[in-house]
């Protein structure tokens, strides 16, 4: 099992900047494959972006492509999301999960099997 910790939301307004970090415990980080989804009020959880171990392969939801970069550093066990641009409908908890063991990157929440307490985003128009 590995434990996830998020840092770097706050509050910005729209077409600011924020960058999202997650640190993960133990020495599995490598091995898996992770990524960032969200949860905005009243709405269910949505899948933001995906990296597989090595960060060679990324992937993203159509709502971020071009705006949000994942990327990670195995050395320190941490996954990045950087929000560019940002819009009021971003505005949501920011959460990281890991892929335990797999090599494919997947957008499905249920391949996940650990998840940070996450973090708030929120941006003003």
């Known amino acids: 099992q590995v434990q996830l910790v998020e840092s770097g939301g706050g509050l910005v307004q729209a077409g600011g900047s924020l960058r999202l970090s997650c640190v993960a415990s133990?020495?599995?980080?490598?091995?898996?494959?992770m990524g960032w989804f969200r949860q905005a009020p009243g709405k269910g959880r949505e899948f933001v972006a995906t990296?597989?171990?090595?960060?060679?392969?990324?992937y993203y939801a159509d709502s971020v492509k071009g705006r949000f970069t994942i990327s990670r550093d195995n050395t320190k066990n941490t996954v990045y999301l950087q929000m560019n641009s940002l819009k009021p409908e971003d505005t949501a908890v920011y959460y990281c999960?890991?892929?335990?063991?797999?090599?494919?990157?997947?957008?499905?929440?249920?391949?996940?099997?650990?998840w940070g307490q996450g973090t708030q985003v929120t941006v003003s128009s």
């Open positions: 990296i597989n171990r090595s960060g060679s392969n990324t």
């Open positions: 133990g020495r599995t980080f490598s091995s898996a494959v």
């Open positions: 999960a890991a892929n335990q063991g797999s090599v494919i990157i997947t957008v499905w929440a249920r391949d996940y099997d650990d």
